[in-house]
T-cell receptor, first 113, second 115 residues
Framework: KAGVTQTPRYLIKTRGQQVTLSCSPI?????VSWYQQTPGQGLQFLFE???????NKGNFPGRFSGRQFSNSRSEMNVSTLELGDSALYLC????????????FGDGTRLSIL | AQSVTQLDSQVPVFEEAPVELRCNYS??????LFWYVQYPNQGLQLLLK??????LVKGINGFEAEFNKSQTSFHLRKPSVHISDTAEYFC?????????????FGKGTKLTVNP
């Protein structure tokens, strides 16, 4: 069974640009969550999608958005990039979400110049 | 709201020594608890989880953890570590109410196993 796949693995952008990250969950999983990982703040929850609906949201500005498609694949978009957005972005999937164990992808490392 | 405190940011140990990584949590409701491991340039891998039942939980790679409700702790232990256990370890909690809940992580503990 294939794991959670995140693309691309690495990305370099400049301030003011926007970026889209992709996540393909484990087959059959309907919940996809996104996390930002930085050395200073650790792992912070961005949002969760379930059956194409955002079900939960963390404390991030509106520049961070996401969506989920009917096949459960999810994308995360960050607009007007700032230096502080440099981070590892992790996607996790589970069958139903909530308190079920989540399976993580290897992440997309985003660097802002 | 929930919070997780991992008491040690870095833990150096020698190979074949025992190790304990400490985790304390705060929550006004009952929670499920997890330990994840992150190797360099990789995502998080689930080591073990406590949902209910026996308070001693065994996970992969010889790790185990004990849930102590009165002390609100969930410490991770391994009796004899290997070089390959060098990684960062994260403790996480989630309310067991079901529905739309989110994982709350600790800041992580970097375990370095030296030869």
């Amino acid at each position: 069974k294939a794991g959670v796949t995140q693309t691309p693995r690495y990305l370099i952008k400049t301030r003011g640009q926007q970026v889209t990250l992709s996540c393909s969950p484990i087959s059959g999983h309907r919940s996809v969550s996104w996390y930002q990982q930085t050395p200073g703040q650790g792992l912070q929850f961005l949002f969760e999608y379930f059956s194409e609906t955002q079900r939960n949201k963390g404390n991030f500005p509106g520049r961070f958005s996401g969506r989920q498609f009917s096949n459960s694949r999810s994308e995360m978009n960050v607009s007007t990039l700032e230096l502080g957005d440099s981070a590892l972005y992790l996607c996790a999937s589970s069958f139903l979400g909530g308190n079920q164990p989540q399976h993580f992808g290897d992440g997309t490392r985003l660097s802002i110049l | 709201a929930q919070s997780v405190t991992q008491l040690d940011s870095q833990v150096p140990v020698f190979e074949e020594a025992p190790v304990e990584l400490r985790c304390n949590y705060s929550s006004s409701v009952s929670v499920y608890l997890f330990w994840y491991v992150q190797y360099p340039n990789q995502g998080l891998q689930l080591l073990l989880k406590y949902l209910s039942g026996s308070t001693l939980v065994k996970g992969i790679n010889g790790f185990e953890a004990e849930f102590n409700k009165s002390q609100t702790s969930f410490h991770l232990r391994k009796p004899s570590v290997h070089i390959s256990d060098t990684a960062e370890y994260f403790c996480a909690v989630i309310p067991n109410r079901g529905g739309s809940e989110k994982l709350v992580f600790g800041k992580g503990t970097k375990l370095t196993v030296n030869p």
